[in-house]
């Protein structure tokens, strides 16, 4: 591992660190957009650290697209930090914008994982069944099914299918041979089905629990971090 790399998990970690406890304590809103902002170039900068030192040629289309996917994570960040107000009372509001990008960075992990896994039915189950919490979920809130609500389901629907095909890389994990890239994505995919979810329950069922906005942070940082180091494994 360059120093390079060790420099920038050092940095990213300390930066995921003080956005928690600025979420925590509430500072100022500018403050909070900018030290997101910082994470979310810091996953950058661990991906093309990752990517530098091993060139970007072993599986040039993993390392591409994944590096494409973190970039509309990215996107998707600054969109989500830029809301106002309740979301989705707007058709394009920077929420629902922010939903588009991390739709799109969905679709792309899903493209890879299915290229170097192969397709399973399995992951089309998963994806409706999210989609059907979802709906339960809204139906228990007794929000009415809205664009906004219609998007999330499409939107979930994709998480699930991205999560489900990560979730295939624990099948490629053994104790005697194992590229860790598999453990990476595996877990990468997990965590960030785990933070999309809390995000769901802060959103349509409880907004003052705190504790979801922390995990969600914590899970999708860190699901980010372990998406970019399978750019040096893969």
Not at 65 to 79: H, M, N, Q, V
Not at 98 to 105: C, H, K, L, Y
Not at 194 to 217: P, Q, R
Request: contains cysteine; glycine residues 10%; aromatic residues 18%.
């Amino acid at each position: 591992m360059s120093l390079l790399l060790k420099l920038s998990l050092v940095i990213y970690a300390v930066l995921v660190t003080i956005y928690c406890f600025q979420k925590k304590f509430r500072s100022q809103r500018w403050l909070r957009i900018f030290s997101k902002m910082l994470c979310s170039v810091g996953f950058l900068l661990v991906a093309a650290a990752c990517g530098l030192e091993s060139g970007f040629r072993k599986e040039p289309l993993w390392s591409w697209g994944i590096f494409a996917a973190l970039a509309f994570s990215a996107l998707g960040d600054l969109f989500l930090v830029l809301q106002k107000g309740e979301a989705g009372r707007k058709k394009f509001d920077p929420f629902t914008l922010g939903g588009i990008s991390f739709f799109s960075a969905h679709v792309l992990f899903s493209a890879v994982f299915v290229y170097y896994r192969g397709f399973h039915w399995g992951t089309v189950i998963a994806a409706l069944g999210l989609a059907g919490i979802q709906l339960g979920m809204l139906a228990w809130a007794k929000r009415r099914l809205d664009l906004f609500s219609i998007f999330s389901l499409i939107y979930l629907a994709a998480l699930g299918f991205m999560a489900a095909n990560g979730f295939l890389f624990f099948t490629g994990i053994t104790l005697e041979a194992s590229s860790p890239y598999f453990l990476c994505a595996a877990v990468g995919a997990v965590l960030f089905l785990i933070s999309d979810l809390l995000l769901c329950y802060k959103l349509f069922l409880n907004g003052k629990a705190e504790w979801a906005e922390i995990g969600n942070t914590i899970a999708y940082f860190g699901g980010q971090a372990l998406f970019a180091l399978t750019l040096l494994y893969v």
